[in-house]
């Protein structure tokens, strides 16, 4: 029976763990009334009601890693999904402070691929990301 439950246990972690980056945090799309981050530049090629945007969020012991993904409205692929790291916006983190929850909206991410940084926003609790153009640190 114990061997049962650890099988469980284990097979649960590895179900939500990708070795390479650690465990999935959050998965968002982000929004079509969005332009394509700066480093997804062959999406320019691309009509945007025929892709989508994926960006998954990923915690572990170095660090959160995000992944970023063009993919068609089947989920294949269009480009090799790009890797990079994750950071909440220092506004982000003393607001997180201030209230005592990571609920606060709208909250803004930095995602940086190929030394690339760009801003995102979440406006509400939603799986939408926006790439917003302001000046966010």
Not at 108 to 115: A, C, V
Request: with cysteine; net charge positive.
């Amino acid at each position: 029976m114990m061997q049962k439950i650890i099988t469980i246990l284990i097979a649960i972690i590895i179900a939500g763990c990708d070795p390479r980056y650690g465990f999935i945090e959050s998965k968002f799309k982000l929004s079509e009334k969005s332009r394509a981050p700066k480093w997804i530049l062959s999406a320019d090629k691309y009509n945007s009601k025929k892709y989508k945007i994926l960006i998954t969020i990923y915690s572990g012991p170095f660090g959160e890693k995000a992944k970023v993904c063009l993919a068609d409205d089947n989920g294949n692929n269009l480009i090799k999904c790009k890797i990079g790291s994750h950071k909440w916006s220092e506004q982000t983190r003393n607001e997180f402070k201030i209230n005592g929850s990571n609920s606060v909206y709208p909250n803004f991410t930095i995602i940086t691929i190929d030394g690339i940084p760009e801003v995102f926003e979440q406006k509400e609790l939603s799986d939408i990301l926006y790439i917003s153009d302001a000046q966010i640190h």
